[in-house]
């Protein structure tokens, strides 16, 4: 980007060498006149006669770069904009030209037209307006030769550029005039001059309009050159006549150099113009076809749909292969198709298809096809079809064939195998579009399902209570880990009355939100149920009568629930399916399991639930230890797929069970990382452990 | 993984289950008993001398069927557990709900006697 500051700079210096360009184009003017009228009678100038020269250099030099800076630094002009420039300065010069001409020959019989002053007059503005359509189209056609430039061309162009520039020098000091170096000189440019006219490769880019316009331009652009070679020569001939002293452009390298290139290029570039003009729409399909292209393959970063992708096919192949119709039949499943059409009715396409499936044809509609076909010689024997060329394409999508693409000509024999090799590529592209399009599909899924699961995992913990009741006869700790994905392993406690606590563990059957869901359904049970003083067993046939209303089939609830009455130093307890009580007892320095009997709840669906559970009792005393745990600890594999099982949990609970009840979990916790050998847990681990006193 | 075989003996139709079921699994256990009981079989024995594992969505499969097959007098019994296996069932309660025996033999027994 061109910052602004830079941006007023260019407009100031383009200003300044605007002016520089006027001043010395008056002072050119008045030296030359000068020179010529004293030269004329005979006395000696009083000016130089070699300023002129300079004078008439400095003129070429700021208009040089006052053309350098409008036309090379302008980004924005395109062919037929700098063709337009060139053609507009031409029509000033021409004009104003004529306008001359016009005045000459109005005053045509007085001595002022005849006389020297006014001839010289003429001459210097004549040049003056050549010089500048010189400069301009040569800046112009600059930017047209180093259109898609090579390091070559710009070595030869900046060869010809400074070699120019330097015959400056060498016609401002008069450097003797050798007839020969000014041959060779004159003769290097105009080669170089010609070799670099074979650059037109920005004639490619124009599209048929722009051609014409480009052509018309060019010929008045050379009309006008040679208009003005024509005048500017007839002037300098009647001025000759009358003296030698004055500017004589004929001598000047540069400006010739300039008139051969300049005009040598004009045609040139109208010539190749003109021969490509028949070819022009095949270079404009190959550009569409590339544009086409893009737009598939962008699709699938855009578009909405599936279906966007269908249509943006449909068209493309359409406008690259020029065909009178198309539809592109979508294989929704195996027995249902939808149908995207373009200039045909579905039942003109319909008919097609079922004559050409009727006709046992082998093609592309037989799905286990991969080629593309031409199917054309089969079209004949349809009736009433306007078709007479038809061409179908597969569609794959990781290999499954998703859908035919049909092409359709009225002319017989409309495909060429250019076409076919086009829309082949295109149906590709469409489905690979499609392809992504579905991955990226199923990807967002996922992540729907992630978030989701983040949420129910959140939900999960946030059932799970952060303070557990305390007693001056226990401590309870508790341990709950998930893995990735949600579980429905469930604690709590619950203070009764004074000397009553109850305590809960469940374990919800099934992974996931529902398994969420049910845990926080356990919750309430529990926090409605639990309040009361309410036997263990009934407890768990009441919960039941409620959870079977909202667990589907094949879900059920294990759970064990306590009630610990601190009075009585007793324990009643009712287990529905839940992992068996480990439990410590110091007055008979025993660690067992407690075998009793009960069902999980959610497993039998009617009033005779009360007859699979029943509540125990037993005392505690201090010392004693309770572990409660869920399957997921006595189902911890390890790496050879061994469960941790229930002989090392009791075990590893032997080793600690005289320590406080935090201890034993941690030891617990430890043990059973260590056995499993890794941190990504595939099941939930949760402990409780109350540990009397 | 499961693999599930099925043959029929003595009109019954044997489910011999092969391997471990969780719960992906699971759901080819529902759809071998679906299939079985859909082609009219009201005597399932469920071969379970194979099976290594059964977690807690395996069992959901047997527990489902439970009512169904009551009001529809189907009969299923399962038979030729491990010790492992057995005790998962049994820790549940679902011995108390399913009809178990202890092979084959016994469970054909236990089958044409309910």
């Excluded at chain 1, 040089?64 to 063709?83: G, H, Q, S």
């Excluded at chain 1, 004549?126 to 030769?145: C, P």
């Excluded at chain 2, 169904?68 to 679902?94: H, Y």
Aim: proline fraction near 1%.
């Amino acid at each position: 980007m061109v910052s602004t500051g830079q941006f007023v700079r260019t407009k100031a210096i383009t200003r300044l060498l605007f002016s520089v360009g006027v001043i010395t184009w008056l002072a050119l003017v008045f030296t030359d006149l000068s020179i010529l009228v004293s030269t004329a009678n005979n006395i000696k100038p009083e000016v130089p006669t070699w300023l002129p020269g300079i004078i008439l250099n400095l003129f070429i030099l700021s208009l040089f770069y006052y053309y350098k800076l409008k036309i090379e630094r302008d980004e924005v002009l395109n062919f037929v904009d700098l063709l337009w420039r060139v053609f507009a300065t031409g029509l000033i010069a021409t004009v104003t030209s004529l306008a001359l001409r016009l005045v000459e020959f109005l005053l045509n019989d007085t001595k002022l037209t005849t006389h020297i002053i006014f001839k010289d007059l003429i001459y210097m503005i004549n040049l003056g307006l050549m010089i500048s359509f010189l400069m301009m189209a040569f800046s112009a056609w600059k930017r047209l030769i180093l259109y898609q430039k090579s390091k070559w061309l710009l070595r030869l162009w900046a060869f010809f550029e400074f070699g120019l520039l330097a015959t400056l020098f060498y016609n401002s000091f008069r450097i003797p005039l050798v007839e020969w170096l000014y041959g060779t000189l004159f003769g290097i440019f105009v080669v170089t001059g010609l070799v670099l006219s074979g650059n037109m490769k920005w004639v490619a880019f124009l599209n048929f309009r722009q051609k014409w316009t480009s052509l018309l331009l060019l010929l008045l652009t050379v009309f006008y050159l040679l208009y003005i070679f024509y005048t500017n020569s007839s002037l300098l001939e009647s001025i000759r006549n009358v003296s030698t002293y004055f500017t004589d452009y004929r001598y000047h390298i540069f400006v010739l150099s300039l008139i051969v290139f300049v005009t040598v290029y004009s045609i040139f570039s109208f010539l190749v113009i003109l021969f490509n003009l028949p070819t022009t729409s095949v270079f404009e399909q190959k550009l569409e076809e590339v544009v086409n292209f893009q737009r598939i393959s962008q699709s699938i970063q855009t578009e909405q749909s599936e279906e966007s992708v269908y249509n943006i096919l449909l068209e493309t192949s359409v406008s690259s292969v020029f065909a009178d119709a198309a539809w592109l039949e979508i294989n929704i499943n195996a027995r249902e198709q939808k149908l995207f059409t373009y200039k045909i009715t579905d039942k003109e396409s319909h008919d097609i298809i079922n004559h050409l499936n009727s006709h046992n044809i082998k093609g592309v509609f037989d799905q286990g096809s991969e080629k593309t076909k031409n199917l054309s010689k089969h079209l004949a024997s349809l009736k009433g079809s306007r078709f007479r060329s038809i061409l179908a394409f597969p569609i794959f999508v990781k290999g499954d064939n998703i859908g035919t693409l049909a092409l359709l000509k009225e002319l017989p024999d409309g495909f060429n195998k250019e076409m076919t090799k086009i829309v082949s590529t295109f149906s590709n592209q469409a489905g690979i579009s499609i392809e992504n399009f579905r991955l990226m599909e199923e990807a967002l899924q996922n992540e729907r399902y992630k978030e989701e699961l983040k949420i129910a995992k959140m939900v999960q913990k946030s059932l799970l209570p952060t303070l557990l009741e305390q007693d001056k006869d226990f401590e309870i700790a508790a341990f709950s880990e998930s893995a990735d994905e949600v579980g429905g392993d469930y604690y709590d406690t619950l203070r009764v009355n004074q000397d009553m606590v109850s305590i809960i563990i469940a374990d919800v059957s099934g992974k996931g939100t529902t398994a969420a869901f049910h845990m926080s359904q356990m919750k309430g049970i529990f926090h409605s149920l639990g309040q009361r003083d309410i036997e263990p067993d009934s407890f768990m046939i009441q919960a039941n009568q409620a959870l079977v209303y909202c667990l589907e089939r094949g879900s059920f609830i294990s759970a064990t629930y306590f009630v610990i009455n601190t009075q009585a130093k007793k324990i009643r307890y009712a287990r529905a399916g839940h992992c068996p009580v480990l439990y410590y007892s110091a007055s008979k320095q025993s660690l067992e399991y407690f075998k009793d009997k009960g069902v999980a709840l959610g497993m039998v669906r009617n009033k005779s639930y009360s007859n699979f559970i029943q509540a125990y009792e037993f005392n505690y005393s201090c010392g004693d230890l309770m572990v409660l745990y869920t399957d997921g600890i006595t189902e911890a594999k390890d790496n050879k797929g061994e469960e941790f099982g229930y002989d090392r949990l009791l075990a590893t609970v032997k080793e600690v069970h005289t320590l406080p009840a935090k201890e034993i979990q941690d030891h617990l916790i430890s043990k059973l990382y260590e056995f499993s050998g890794t941190d990504n847990i595939d099941d939930d681990y949760t402990t409780m452990i109350v540990k009397f006193s | 993984m499961i693999h599930i075989k099925r043959l029929q003996e003595d009109g019954a139709d044997i489910i011999a289950l092969i391997g471990e079921i969780d719960a992906s699994s699971s759901i080819e256990l529902d759809l071998a008993i679906a299939k079985s009981v859909g082609e009219g079989f009201i005597k399932i024995l469920v071969d379970c001398s194979a099976l290594e594992y059964i977690s807690s969505a395996g069992l959901g499969v047997f527990m489902s069927y439970i009512e169904e097959f009551k009001d529809r007098n189907i009969k299923m019994v399962l038979f030729g557990m491990s010790e492992k296996v057995a005790n998962t069932f049994s820790i549940l309660g679902l011995n108390e709900l399913l009809q178990i025996g202890k092979d084959k033999v016994q469970a054909k027994q236990i089958v044409n006697e309910l």
